[in-house]
């Protein structure tokens, strides 16, 4: 149902960010501040900080309802918008009723024991705008009049697919001149991208729940949202992991290294706030658990990598010394056929899959050694002489820790579909008379 809103003042509130134009109707009552036919009230979710174990700040949630007391998503108040005016006049007035109310529940609780950050969402179409609410200095009023400090007050922004860059640069250095913090939410949902955060250099980037969901039933996933938050720590910004509601998925969200959590495991948005200092019992118990459960995996890993590590090694003493001059040509020469025969203890365990051999600028000398038939015959990618791994992490390992075998961390098969693990080790040998090194190397496959 489309809005039809008198123009009536906003009242109540202070005027740092006025309600453009008067156009909004919103009074305050019992049960909230009037928009139209909608009550608009706050409930807050606490965000905790995994490192410090307790909590950090809270998110403002935007409740709404009808005179009548029906609860109404934010979605209906905001889709329910005439226009855009309208629609960022409700979002400016939502961020005053979630100021508002943490200030009386802030007085309520107590002074502050240490400062917090206070998250408000901003619609990406009102986040673009921002400009035209009276620039920083309005800002920096609005977050005297409400004792916030410089840096607590964080705007979090669901970057629209249609944001004009212009606008959205504009916005986002006013916001970091008042001394505002910014959050991207929901990152890895929609059509959200490291490209965002390559221009809009979040102080915060909150992980979406369906990320976290999936990584916490499928290991793969849970590999690649480490790597994800390692990217983000890259880019300068802090992680924070929404929707936890599971141990399963609290340990992801430790296990990849994020800083900040948030989710109903941890506490359900409520119209109060938590205690300064307060740490959840989910969240104490979280480094020790981690611990047990990193063991339990190495082991596991361990366990699973142990032949072939072992293969490997003997695969190397058989090496060592040896003159390998012309190892590098294809064929049945003398020097294929020796590495082809040291190499038959690592292909004979179940699960190996090839052996191979490079020099020292990581260039692979002759064929691999395939336990089975290969995968790839035919494949644009197969084995071939001259192929160069130099930047395989396993080969710069293994010459920087010459007779030690180095593993790879799992990873799809050239050739194939499913995931192998590659040990390496780098031998002293001979050639052309002289010393030199060479990086023998085997994959197997891997499951979790």
């Known amino acids: 149902m489309p809005l039809h809103v008198p123009s009536v003042p906003t009242r109540d509130f202070p005027a740092p960010i006025p309600v453009a134009g008067g156009r909004v109707a919103s009074d305050r009552d019992q049960t909230g501040v009037r928009f139209g036919p909608f009550l608009l009230d706050s409930h807050f979710q606490p965000i905790y900080s995994i490192p410090h174990g307790r909590l950090v700040g809270h998110e403002a949630l935007l409740r709404a309802s009808t005179s009548a007391g029906q609860p109404v998503s934010p979605v209906e108040v905001f889709s329910a918008c005439e226009d855009e005016q309208q629609l960022c006049d409700c979002d400016r007035l939502s961020r005053l009723v979630h100021l508002e109310s943490w200030s009386q529940r802030s007085r309520q609780r107590g ?6 950050w206070l998250f408000l969402n901003v619609h990406p179409m009102a986040f673009q705008l921002l400009g035209q609410e009276g620039g920083a200095a309005q800002w920096r009023e609005l977050q005297r009049h409400y ?10 922004v669901l970057e629209a697919e249609a944001a004009d860059p212009a606008m959205l640069a504009a916005s986002i250095g006013l916001a970091r001149d008042a001394g505002l913090l910014i959050a991207i939410d929901d990152f890895g949902a929609g059509h959200s991208n490291f490209d965002r955060v390559w221009r ?4 915060i980037v909150k992980i979406d729940r369906t990320l976290v969901a999936r990584a916490a039933c499928d290991a793969s996933a849970a590999r690649i949202m480490a790597q994800m938050v390692s990217l983000l720590h890259e880019c300068g910004a802090i992680v924070l992991v929404e929707g936890v509601e599971t141990h399963a998925e609290a340990m992801v969200a430790i296990d990849c290294d994020a800083e900040l959590v948030q989710g109903y495991l941890f506490g359900r948005p409520d119209s109060d706030l938590r205690a300064p200092w307060h740490s959840p019992d989910p969240l104490r118990s979280l480094p020790r658990e981690l611990a047990a459960w990193r063991e339990r995996r190495q082991c596991h890993q361990d366990d699973r990598a142990r032949p072939f590590r072992e293969a490997m090694q003997s695969l190397a003493a058989a090496l060592v010394g040896k003159d390998v001059t012309g190892w590098q040509d294809a064929g049945d020469s003398t020097e294929a056929c020796r590495f082809a025969q040291a190499a038959q203890a690592f292909l004979g365990i179940e699960g190996a899959q090839s052996c191979w051999l490079l020099d020292e600028q990581g260039r692979q000398l002759g064929r691999r050694t395939q336990a089975a038939a290969p995968v790839g015959a035919g494949h644009p990618m197969d ?23 180095q593993a790879s961390r799992p990873h799809r098969q050239l050739l194939g579909r499913q995931l192998c693990v590659t040990v390496a080790i780098a031998v002293p040998v001979r050639v052309d008379g002289h010393p030199g090194w060479r990086v023998a190397c085997g994959d197997f496959a891997w499951s979790e």
């Open 200 to 203: 809009m250099r979040p102080d």
């Open 111 to 116: 002074p502050p024991v240490v400062p917090e």
């Open 383 to 405: 084995d071939a002489d001259g192929v160069c791994w130099l930047q395989r992490p396993y080969f710069n390992q293994a010459l920087e820790k010459p007779g030690q075998v």
């Open 147 to 156: 004792a916030l400090s410089e840096g607590t007050l964080v705007l979090e």
